[in-house]
């Protein structure tokens, strides 16, 4: 059974880093592309960024890019959103979510086959 779990959320001042973490279970890790989502309280989920995990290429949403570093270690079937200088408007629940046809559409996915359950992130001024 595919599954995703993701951690690595927290509160966090202003200006500060975290580093998530989606584990992937139950599939070929190489074949997909994984993206990382963020829905705020009362606004829609929005794509943060994206990345094919068999040819390594990275898409970022403008409001994160310089900001936020995607990367993936497929000995541990993990994809990694590595957040510095995080914003008050950074504050959301952070989803990963998993796409079999293996290529990105920017920072959202073609087919979403599996969502993560989600991590709180917090920042406070």
């Known amino acids: 059974e595919v599954d995703l779990v993701e951690s690595g959320g927290g509160l966090v001042q202003a200006g500060g880093s975290l580093r998530l973490s989606c584990v992937g279970s139950?599939?070929?890790?190489?074949?997909?592309?994984i993206g990382w989502f963020r829905q705020a309280p009362g606004k829609e989920r929005e794509g943060v960024s994206c990345?094919?995990?068999?040819?390594?290429?990275?898409y970022y949403a403008d409001s994160v890019k310089d900001r936020f570093t995607i990367s993936s270690d497929n000995a541990k079937n993990t994809v990694y959103l590595q957040m510095n200088s995080l914003k008050p408007e950074d504050t959301a629940v952070y989803f990963c979510?998993?796409?079999?046809?293996?290529?990105?559409?920017?920072?959202?996915?073609?087919?979403?086959?599996?969502w993560g359950r989600g991590t709180h992130v917090t920042v406070s001024t």
């Open positions: 979510a998993s796409d079999p046809t293996g290529q990105c559409r920017g920072t959202y996915l073609r087919q979403v086959e599996r």
């Open positions: 990345i094919n995990i068999s040819d390594g290429r990275k």
């Open positions: 139950g599939f070929t890790f190489e074949d997909y592309a």
